[in-house]
């Protein structure tokens, strides 16, 4: 039996609110409604950390950012951690990545055989937070342009990017086709759009009208804000200029074309599939990092375990193996490891060479039950102190050392608006989340563990910034002497060897 390909195709900052598989009735991306309509769907898919790098981390490796010092969007991601990469490669995969993953430190693999971009982050160590001087903001701290300037654009930097993360994606599919390479492939495409800045293409910007766009339906006054989500409110300088419900719009209009941007570019790809002979064999997953709270609440971007910053879409879109349907109980992306895993040998788990955290999502595509759990951590800016966070069954608890304990029930509250940790009433299951977060966390040892980090690498981005400066930035390589048309190959041979499909 031959082993399946597998398509993994992110998108960054993608709020599964957002799209018209969990119910938006705005936004347009036929093509996820249409791998959805035919796939497995998850309406309860978390990430495990609401920032780019540490939540990609946890996804490569199927480990919390407290196991792999995952903490913010410049930790190291240790070259000695097994990822998903890995144990595909191991298994006979090629294994690819096109795009974003936001690794920092020397290596810039981590399983992948080839990279055929570079990133659109750096890959050093100069994005810290500092938890003992938190009123300093960093230039590199978000703030309100992207909602000040939000608007349709004709080029941006991100654009550049994911136009170059497509092509080189889609190339590689007719590469693959045209080799005699029959190894099966796991291709990693991963988008930065919807990612702010808020700024789209006109043909995007003008699949919305301003009038249908929706403005956030929670707002909270800034006195009534929990402590972590003041925090977060003084890191983007959410209250240094006045913001008018226009340019939420704006914001909005714009982050719904830039995930009409991402679906056509899954539409590219698909095509690609179909046109490579490759669809049936091919496993496409689809998922994000996290989410984007885009003015609910009073708040921006992500950084929170409230559900629009921490909820993600999930899609495993293979007819012939699962049957379509929908799994309500929670998972996580840190379970798609042990499941690409399983994919990759027939349903079977390989000998992990470190127990992971993740768990296997087989029994929920193969509808034998499943786990109901998401555990989650939060280190990076906004933070002075570890957030945790447990999701299980209707329940989220988020608790934190020096702010009040947050519960919530999902199922009678979506809106995350009562916090039943105030509430008499959940006073048992309260203390047993408490005894659980105690057991399962120390925080004060992780805090510490934190600030060692950071000052590590404080002092090694200044040094590493003296004098002659060499990147860790991924630099792809490309043979030019070995592209196109070129005097040491019969010109018959290439192009034979380049027509797909083949002639006789």
């Known amino acids: 039996m031959r082993q399946p390909n597998i398509l993994f195709i992110m998108a960054d900052q993608m709020a599964a609110d957002s799209l018209p598989v969990y119910g938006h009735p705005v936004v347009k991306a036929p093509n996820l409604s249409a791998l959805a309509n035919n796939g497995v769907v998850f309406d309860s898919a978390y990430c495990n950390?609401?920032?780019?790098?540490?939540?990609?981390?946890?996804?490569?490796?199927?480990?919390?950012?407290?196991?792999?010092?995952?903490?913010?969007?410049?930790?190291?991601?240790?070259?000695?951690?097994p990822t998903f990469a890995h144990y595909l490669r191991a298994s006979g995969?090629?294994?690819?990545?096109?795009?974003?993953?936001?690794?920092?430190?020397?290596?810039?693999?981590?399983?992948?055989?080839e990279r055929l971009t570079t990133d659109i982050y750096p890959a050093d160590y100069g994005w810290f937070p500092d938890w003992e001087d938190f009123s300093h903001r960093p230039s590199w701290y978000h703030n309100m342009s992207s909602v000040t300037q939000a608007g349709p654009c004709v080029r941006t930097n991100q654009l550049d990017f994911d136009d170059e993360v497509v092509f080189h994606a889609t190339r590689y599919l007719y590469d693959i086709v045209r080799s005699n390479d029959q190894r099966p492939f796991c291709l990693t495409v991963s988008m930065t759009h919807p990612h702010d800045p808020y700024a789209t293409p006109k043909e995007y910007w003008d699949l919305y009208d301003?009038?249908?766009?929706?403005?956030?339906?929670?707002?909270?006054?800034?006195?009534?804000?929990?402590?972590?989500?003041?925090?977060?409110?003084?890191v983007y300088g959410l209250y240094d200029q006045e913001i008018s419900d226009q340019q939420i719009i704006n914001a909005r209009r714009a982050y719904y074309g830039a995930i009409s941007y991402v679906d056509n570019k899954i539409g590219q790809l698909l095509k690609a599939l179909r046109e490579t002979r490759l669809a049936e064999n091919t496993i496409i997953v689809f998922s994000g990092d996290h989410g984007d709270m885009l003015g609910e609440r009073n708040l921006w971007y992500k950084m929170s375990w409230f559900e629009r910053s921490a909820r993600v879409p999930m899609i495993v879109h293979a007819p012939a193996k699962f049957r379509p349907h929908r799994v309500q109980q929670s998972v996580s992306t840190m379970d798609l490891l042990p499941t690409f895993a399983a994919l990759a040998n027939h349903g079977t788990e390989p000998e992990y060479a470190m127990p992971i955290q993740g768990r296997s999502l087989m029994p929920h595509l193969q509808e034998s039950g499943g786990h109901d759990e998401v555990i989650g951590e939060y280190f990076g800016e906004g933070a002075v102190a570890p957030l945790f966070m447990i999701r299980r069954e209707q329940y989220k608890y988020i608790c934190s050392e020096p702010d009040p304990e947050q519960l919530?029930?999902?199922?009678?509250?979506?809106?995350?608006?009562?916090?039943?940790?105030?509430?008499?009433?959940?006073?048992?299951?309260?203390e047993e989340f408490r005894r659980e977060a105690t057991g399962r966390w120390d925080s004060p040892q992780l805090t510490r563990e934190v600030i060692q980090s950071q000052k590590r690498r404080r002092l090694i981005f200044s040094a590493l910034t003296k004098g002659n400066i060499v990147s860790w930035d991924h630099q792809p390589i490309f043979k030019?002497?070995?592209?196109?048309?070129?005097?040491?190959?019969?010109?018959?041979?290439?192009?034979?060897?380049?027509?797909?499909?083949?002639?006789?």
Do not use: W
């Open 480 to 504: 030019a002497s070995e592209m196109y048309m070129r005097n040491h190959i019969d010109l018959d041979d290439l192009e034979r060897k380049s027509r797909f499909p083949k002639v006789e």
């Open 49 to 81: 950390s609401p920032l780019c790098a540490p939540s990609r981390y946890v996804l490569m490796s199927g480990q919390l950012p407290s196991k792999i010092g995952a903490y913010d969007n410049s930790a190291d991601f240790p070259a000695d951690v």
């Open 210 to 234: 301003n009038d249908e766009i929706d403005l956030p339906q929670v707002q909270i006054a800034r006195e009534d804000q929990d402590p972590h989500s003041k925090r977060l409110q003084y």
């Open 408 to 430: 919530f029930n999902l199922k009678e509250d979506p809106q995350e608006l009562n916090n039943l940790a105030e509430d008499p009433s959940y006073a048992t299951l309260l």
């Open 93 to 113: 995969y090629k294994t690819a990545l096109s795009g974003k993953m936001h690794f920092c430190g020397p290596d810039q693999l981590h399983g992948f055989e």
